[in-house]
């Protein structure tokens, strides 16, 4: 009797246990096996290409994935499913139809990626919505007006000068073979410094060993690796890893940083003599006006917001800018027609000047237009994403219901045959003036478009035509043939290997 009663009394609690975890199992799995048939019902209008029962179209498109998007793009028009996992779809379009439908619309931004970037900038203009966001993009506006950028050029040349002159001291002889976009990255990261905090870091010297500038490139590497990986994707599993105590200490590292620089500047203007000093500055940069908004709205415009909307000025305009540039100066150095023109139009504009000055930058047409041909045929963002708040219908009368998630292929976009002819060869003269009016509204979308397109996009422009301008007038750039780039489609679209060029000194 003795042992029925214990076999009783610890028995039951565990077979109950084991009852209400094997429920809790089924439960979910009914929950993921009818979400896949809401989204096999959802997207049955939209052929797909095959996909793998566990793991969708990952394994297909890991490899050469933007040459097999071509292919996908080619095959299938304006749209196509892409499953990541067997219970998560997005439709990916690239029809400029299909992109003026979507990006008219202000639905928010995609859960996946956006959730994983909230411990690097927490809810900047990248994260918000609704009200919000609006709030937000109306109080930062000011910031990017053409007025406000004007000084930046001078402190753009400054950096740009800065890592020529590494350049001339690494040319052991008349030319050598350089990995630019490390170089490049830390570059558009000293002027983001400078322009977002008047701060001098020094970080093109110093390289990484700066506390900030080492915590943000380590964070970066930590978030990127958790989205392209598809267990990380978890929260639970991800929580119990030792990489998400590292993501703590290094948002700890960033807000630290940040919060001190804001708390001085804040005691600086309240003191008369410091505000004096602030109004000699040659230029306003993007904390002075982030802490103008604030005291005009700091019922709605708190701390947190401020340090929110400075990390996502130094985010979202520093990897996209630097990749920009580099991958503009492979375009020309693969097409040295193209490069010696620019180089000759910079050289006229300036004439006998020795320098780069704002009234110039508007004055380079020929060098805008390969530009943005550089920005047509390689995108630094290759897509945005979206999580429909209402239903949609295409031109073509598709239609997708409420909670779908949308990816606008920037790449696919700009690589279309039904709207470029011959896509991936260089041309600048599509930009021409005559070749633009002829084309859709929606065909070249490197910053977006729409109520949520980038703004600071103005910015961007003016870092590309102060950076190729002072590069070309130093510099001839050829590609390496040993080691050409491998595109690396992240958020940001980058080279496994770097990009590497022979840099010779123009005497």
Not at 173 to 184: A, G, K, L, M, R
Not at 313 to 321: P, W
Not at 448 to 460: K, L, T
């Amino acid at each position: 009797m003795e042992s029925s009663w214990l076999e009783t009394r610890w028995a039951r609690p565990f077979y109950l246990a084991f009852v209400f975890c094997l429920s809790l199992v089924l439960l979910q799995a009914i929950k993921l096996y009818l979400r896949r048939q809401r989204l096999l019902r959802d997207l049955r209008f939209f052929p797909a290409p095959p996909t793998h029962w566990l793991y969708g179209h990952q394994k297909f498109l890991q490899e050469d994935e933007m040459e097999k998007l071509e292919e996908l793009v080619e095959k299938y028009p304006c749209a196509f499913p892409h499953w990541i996992g067997p219970f998560q779809a997005f439709l990916y379009i690239y029809d400029p139809d299909y992109a003026k439908t979507f990006l008219s619309r202000t639905d928010p931004k995609s859960q996946l990626p956006n959730r994983f970037f909230s411990p690097r900038i927490g809810q900047g203009l990248l994260n918000p919505d609704g009200a919000k966001w609006f709030q937000h993009r109306c109080l930062l506006m000011p910031g990017f007006h053409l007025n406000t950028l004007k000084p930046y050029a001078e402190v753009m040349v400054h950096s740009v000068n800065t890592m020529l002159d590494k350049w001339e001291k690494m040319l052991v002889t008349q030319h050598t073979t350089v990995e630019v976009f490390e170089h490049i990255n830390l570059m558009t990261l000293d002027i983001l410094l400078k322009c977002a905090f008047t701060q001098e870091t020094n970080c093109q010297i110093n390289g990484t060993s700066d506390p900030y500038v080492k915590a943000m490139f380590e964070l970066n590497k930590i978030i990127f690796y958790r989205m392209y990986n598809f267990l990380d994707h978890c929260d639970i599993i991800f929580n119990f890893s030792p990489e998400s105590h590292r993501i703590q200490e290094l948002s700890q590292v960033l807000h630290q940083y940040t919060e001190k620089i804001v708390q001085d500047r804040k005691k600086s203007l309240q003191d008369e003599r410091k505000q004096d000093d602030t109004q000699r500055r040659k230029y306003q940069d993007f904390l002075d006006i982030i802490l103008s908004a604030q005291a005009e709205n700091e019922d709605s415009f708190s701390d947190t917001d401020l340090w929110s909307e400075v990390n996502t000025f130094i985010l979202a305009g520093h990897d996209t800018t630097a990749g920009s540039i580099s991958w503009l100066l492979y375009c020309l150095a693969l097409n040295s027609e193209h490069q010696q023109r620019c180089r000759e139009e910079i050289r006229d504009i300036l004439g006998d000047e020795s320098s780069i000055i704002w009234d110039h930058l508007g004055k380079m047409s020929y060098t805008t237009m390969c530009i943005k041909e550089a920005l047509r045929l390689i995108p630094p963002i290759p897509s945005i994403s979206r999580e429909l708040s209402k239903p949609i219908t295409f031109p073509d009368g598709r239609s997708l219901p409420t909670g779908m998630n949308v990816v606008l292929s920037i790449w696919g976009l700009h690589h279309n045959p039904a709207i470029w002819e011959n896509p991936k060869v260089f041309d600048p003269s599509r930009f021409s003036p005559e070749n633009s009016d002829q084309r859709h509204s929606h065909a070249f979308l490197p910053f977006s478009a729409g109520p949520r397109d980038c703004i600071g996009q103005q910015f961007a422009m003016i870092q590309l035509k102060v950076a190729v301008a002072l590069i070309l007038l130093h510099f001839e750039v050829t590609p390496d043939p040993t080691r050409p780039p491998i595109l690396s489609p992240q958020i940001v679209l980058k080279s496994k290997n770097g990009i590497h060029l022979c840099l010779k000194k123009i005497t």
